[in-house]
């Protein structure tokens, strides 16, 4: 079957593999940020499509609210500027706020700090018929702290064998996990940086904590390639999303969560014949 | 060495081999309700003992809550009658509030429902330097399904796996789990339930249910003694306790926990040498 732009390789973006022996070591290096593997190659028909997917997650998310048999927890991740915030906007915006929380995660407080770290995690993931979205996530309780040098190597393996766990505890009680990787270049990075510091409204986005962080970018590429390859499971996969452009990105997104949806086989549940006969007074 | 009354046998009524292949089959059957391994022989000797042991948990606590590096759980399961409500009183009863917390698990409500049965669970865990006491646990959501029949083997077998996770992840990340079965005869709870009905002010502690689930004794003894054995692991072992005399039960019970404390080798953090030279006018 020949390839058309609706039908690309997704596989060779996603990594479920991480519980196999002998699978190979995964990098991000391997992927360029700057492909289009969903895109027409017409920037113009891209977004229209993307317009008509959002509107068509609008629908599935109602009946996916109505079907109410499943959870959908969908994990965004990837450095400062990645596009976490316009993935939520231009994907999910159209979603009806009933049934669709976002939760964006910031260091933890006082109260989570002196429990384990997915205290706070668990205790904000969906409910039957709920979307929740994490921008950002428990994943950088292992990504910081492993930058940072404040945990070994002992402790990180230790760590993604729990968040394996509690994810796949959380898909057999019903919860569909999606992870994205916001996979931006350095010097797409550089240039929307130097946006947000051009525009005064942008600067309420910008922390000086995000030149820190870029200055070690190698450290979280190679952090961020390691949690991939030890968290990709069957249950819970990581797709790896090229991000510099953010039409593609919105698509190749869009499309993955529109097919895991329908992939439910969601339905309303059935109607009941005698409501119909009822006259409203 | 010659056992005393202090130092019985503890091994012999703990299981932590549910993840041993070949693990011998572990029934409660094979424990005499009525035994009292922990006893002097003198009841009120041991009275003076659990007075005594209750004081010790007492200073021990407050150095636990010092010290800030572990977090208690104490789970708490048996029949109805079995001395729950009898055990907080009788061996934590001495403890300060201040750090202490005992949660009573009900049936989940629509909230819980909605999401996997150790969402509301995880949500009331000890913190850093606090004793929580479970009054029923996560255990109810096996074992009232498994005995009602709502769910088979497999899902069995997948919750036990997944408590079995989460109590490992736990204790990795500093909890310290002791969970307790408290074993009596069926004769002791018809004598319990009985006394109930006849003492006015014990009414409130009798629900009808309580005679459906005696109905269903030998189920229950079943369907525990399955959870026990797939769940006395290394990280969280199970004690069973015969407990048809109340003395011996808390003192048994206090026995273990003040071990266990006592293992942590606990400590105030260090003294400001310069704070006590100073003068509070």
Redesign the interface.
Same mark, same amino acid.
């Given at each position: 079957m020949a390839r058309t732009a609706r039908s690309p390789d997704l596989g060779a973006y996603q990594h479920r593999t991480a519980l196999k022996r002998g699978a190979k070591r995964f990098s991000l290096s391997d992927f360029d940020p700057g492909d289009k593997p969903f895109s027409s190659g017409d920037k113009t028909r891209d977004k229209a499509v993307v317009a008509k997917l959002a509107q068509d997650l609008d629908g599935l998310q109602d009946l996916f609210y109505a079907d109410r048999r499943f959870?959908l927890l969908v994990v965004l991740q990837g450095t400062d500027t990645s596009g976490k915030d316009g993935t939520i906007r231009g994907v999910f915006g159209q979603m009806s706020a009933l049934g669709v929380q976002t939760v964006g995660w910031k260091a933890p407080n006082d !109260?989570a700090r002196?429990? /384990?770290? *997915?205290?706070r995690i668990?205790?904000r993931?969906?409910?039957?018929? !709920?979307v929740v979205i994490f921008n950002r996530s428990h994943y950088e309780d292992v990504l910081v702290p492993v930058v940072k040098g404040q945990i070994g190597k002992t402790e990180t393996l230790?760590r993604y064998a729990?968040i394996n /766990?509690?994810e796949?505890? *959380?898909t !057999? #009680?019903? #919860?569909v996990i999606l992870k994205f990787m916001l996979h931006i270049s350095k010097d797409e990075q550089r240039a929307r940086l130097q946006e947000r510091l051009r525009d005064p409204n942008k600067h309420w986005k910008f922390e000086g904590g995000d030149l820190d962080a870029r200055k070690q970018w190698d450290s979280y590429q190679q952090a961020y390639s390691y949690a991939i390859a030890a968290t990709g499971t069957p249950w819970a996969p990581w797709t790896i999303v090229p991000a510099d452009s953010k039409t593609h990105r919105n698509l190749m997104i869009a499309t993955v969560v529109k097919q895991a949806l329908e992939g439910l086989n969601l339905r309303y549940p059935p109607g009941d014949p005698s409501l119909a006969h009822i006259v409203v007074e």
């Open positions: 959870k !109260e002196a429990r /384990d770290y *997915l205290w668990h205790q993931i969906p409910a039957c018929g !709920e230790q729990q /766990d509690f796949r505890m *959380l !057999e #009680t019903g #919860t």
